[in-house]
């Protein structure tokens, strides 16, 4: 299964990154293939999501790349204090943990995305540079563990969105990760079409964000599989 989440053209500013884990030999290792990639700075660490917490609203960091086990304050928890208190900084978690309910509480936490810790520095220097661009990015293990307990058979009738086809269609891209330009490659329609169902939708669900969006296509199912 490919990975949810995209990439249009590298940012060109340097994103700077806040790195939370509890294991220093992660925290090294991580920081030190980071600092190896033109455009990425790192410019904290943190050992726990209350630490990151302090760090994030001295350092104002645009990417949290954090762990879930931690202690005094784990990853979920700090995820959803990032949502309320600094949502100007994009949450992407990076586990060991595949397990289906973590993915989903991280997403409803406002994460930008979940990697596992398996994957290659490549995809996880792609997937920090498209939660930074403003999209979503689920690596290959994440989404099966997400989508593998649902099946078209069991799947619950989908219920009135109050949307048309159209934009049920282009919700579904945005859920997925796509950004504006791929959306309308994938719909052959215009970038500016798809902006303003992008707003269409926005408007009638009442969410503002790309996370948000991903979170009520799945717990609408209104994503495919």
Same mark, same amino acid.
């Given at each position: ?74 990853? #979920? ?5 990032? @949502?309320?208190?600094?949502?100007? /900084? %994009?949450? =992407?978690?990076? +586990? ?74 282009? #919700? ?5 990760? @796509?950004?504006?330009?791929?959306? /309308? %490659?994938? =719909?052959?329609? +215009? ?35």
């Amino acid at each position: 299964m490919p990975h949810i989440g995209t990439q249009d053209n590298p940012a060109v500013s340097t994103i700077r990154i806040l790195l939370v884990d509890d294991h220093p030999l992660v925290l090294e290792g991580i920081s030190a293939r980071l600092e190896s990639e033109p455009g990425i700075e790192v410019i904290g660490q943190a050992n726990n999501g209350q630490q990151a917490l302090e760090k994030a609203a001295e350092l104002k960091p645009d990417v949290v790349l954090m762990d879930i086990s931690m202690p005094v304050m784990n990853g #979920l928890e700090a995820a959803e204090h990032f @949502k309320n208190d600094q949502p100007e /900084a %994009r949450v =992407l978690i990076l +586990s060991m943990h595949e397990n289906r309910e973590y993915i989903v509480k991280m997403i409803q936490s406002g994460a930008a995305g979940y990697v596992l810790k398996d994957v290659s520095s490549d995809e996880l220097i792609r997937a920090i540079q498209t939660v930074h661009q403003g999209g979503t990015y689920f690596s290959a293990g994440a989404s099966e563990a997400l989508f593998s307990e649902f099946s078209k058979s069991d799947q619950p009738e989908k219920p009135d969105t109050g949307l048309t086809k159209r934009e049920e269609m282009v #919700l579904k891209l945005i859920a997925e990760g @796509k950004v504006n330009k791929e959306v /309308a %490659r994938a =719909l052959d329609i +215009s970038v500016r079409t798809v902006e303003t169902h992008r707003q269409n939708i926005k408007q009638k669900l009442n969410i503002q964000t790309a996370a948000g969006l991903t979170k009520y296509a799945l717990e609408h199912n209104l994503i495919s599989l």
